[in-house]
């Protein structure tokens, strides 16, 4: 692949089908794959500036993530996209147990031998913001804390608890 801008893991479906989306709506050619594909697969997309892996890891358990975050992230590594992104949900809802952010940044960190990992956390489409740290997100036309969110604070799998991201990584 020349010139490839982007490559990213999606943590579910509809996470990765939104940065394909934006990535097109920008005008950035795009391809979206459901597991890794072959060499002759992926050189019929030699035209995309960006390339996508569609993921389950928002539902997956830490051991899971150590085998098969860490074989996709290494796959992605080979592409040599000047950026390499991993798709969480705007709510940022994870737990130490389901869907590990903390541990999936972990192992993109060792993968790619990186120091550091910037983080952009929100959605402004969809009324998420990120502020000094803290999550926010609309319900009903009205702001909360992700704490305090109606919904996401009680969500069954992955409570929100804690607004501030840094403490809830």
Known sequence: MQDLLLSYYGDDLTGSTD??????????????????????LL???GHC?????AGT???ETPQWMDTHLRDAFA??????AEICHY??????????????????????RSVFAQASVPLLVGAPQLKRYTT?????????DQYFRIDRH???SRHPTTPMDESDLLIHL
């Open 57 to 59: 890891s928002r539902s």
């Open 150 to 152: 109606p919904v996401m």
């Open 49 to 53: 500036r960006a390339i996508g892996l």
């Open 75 to 80: 796959w992605l590594k080979t592409l040599n």
């Open 132 to 140: 000094f740290g803290h999550l926010f997100a609309a319900y009903r």
């Open 87 to 108: 798709k969480v949900c705007s709510t940022f809802d994870s737990s130490p147990t389901i869907g590990s952010i903390g541990r999936a940044i972990e192992i993109g």
């Open 43 to 45: 050189s019929r997309f």
């Open 19 to 40: 940065v394909m989306e934006a990535l097109e709506l920008g005008g950035v050619p795009t391809v979206l794959f459901m597991r890794q594909p072959d060499a002759a």
